[in-house]
């Protein structure tokens, strides 16, 4: 019975106001003051999310924060565990109304609207990931994931990012993202924001991918031409 209260309670979590799940990504678009669109995307997945801002025209990188995350009712509470902006919000959390229905994310009081993308479909790696492991000469090296210091992946069903950061120095080192598929194990990534280096926005990478025993084995070329094997974990 108690294993059936818990399983009913993370249901509950990741479900928002009148039965909609706030699982999968979301948008919003908006103009600086200089008149440049500039795109910002949330990705939810169970228990984690991520919000990037980006210039909607060059790809050129603004922002992005991100945690864990809860809801109750109508009242969210976040969790940083990252911001490429204020390392002191690092460990602090919040907490907030959010309006959702079918197609539409608002936070309460605010002009901040943002409209579905996806609902976690068509693509089959939904979810945040640690990278846990790397293959070299065909000898694996795992990577202890409950350390500070995490390279997460965050899927909803079209959208992806990454982000490397350290939740003990609050340092934040580097993200990317923009749109995947999956088709049968071919999973191609199309890079629409990289905080370390701009050219590398419009690149379509494809790589061979495997789900073996739950883990996620990602192997091709990395955006620099190097050969990589990487072995992503489900974060639980």
């Known amino acids: 019975m108690k294993n059936i209260k818990l399983l009913l309670l993370s249901s509950l979590l990741s479900i928002g106001l009148n039965g909609q799940s706030l699982i999968g990504a979301w948008e919003r678009q908006d103009t ?3 008149g440049e669109k500039l795109k910002s995307v ?34 969210m509470t976040k969790k940083i565990e990252f911001d490429s902006e204020n390392s002191n919000d690092v460990g602090e959390k919040s907490s907030f109304k959010v309006v959702i229905t079918e197609h539409s994310l608002t936070i309460a009081g605010t002009d901040m609207v943002f409209t579905r993308l996806d609902d976690g479909t068509p693509g089959s790696l939904q979810g945040a990931w640690l990278m846990s492991g790397r293959v070299r000469d065909g000898v694996r090296q795992s990577r202890d994931t409950s350390g500070p210091r995490k390279t997460m992946k965050i899927l909803s069903g079209t959208r992806f990012q990454w982000i490397a950061y350290n939740t ?6 580097g993200t990317g993202g923009g749109t995947y598929t999956t088709d049968n194990e071919t999973y191609t990534e199309n890079i629409e924001f990289f905080s370390k280096d701009d050219t590398r926005v419009g690149a379509h990478l494809s790589f061979n991918y495997q789900l073996k025993e739950g883990d996620w084995h990602h192997s091709g070329l990395s955006s620099k031409g190097d050969p990589i094997y990487e072995i992503w974990s489900v974060r639980n």
């Open 32 to 34: 600086n003051e200089q």
């Open 42 to 75: 949330l990705l939810f997945a169970d228990g984690y999310q991520v919000l990037t801002t980006y210039n909607a025209t060059t790809g050129k990188f603004i922002q992005t924060n991100g945690g864990t995350w809860s809801l109750e009712g109508d009242m």
């Open 168 to 173: 003990q120095t609050k340092q934040f080192m």
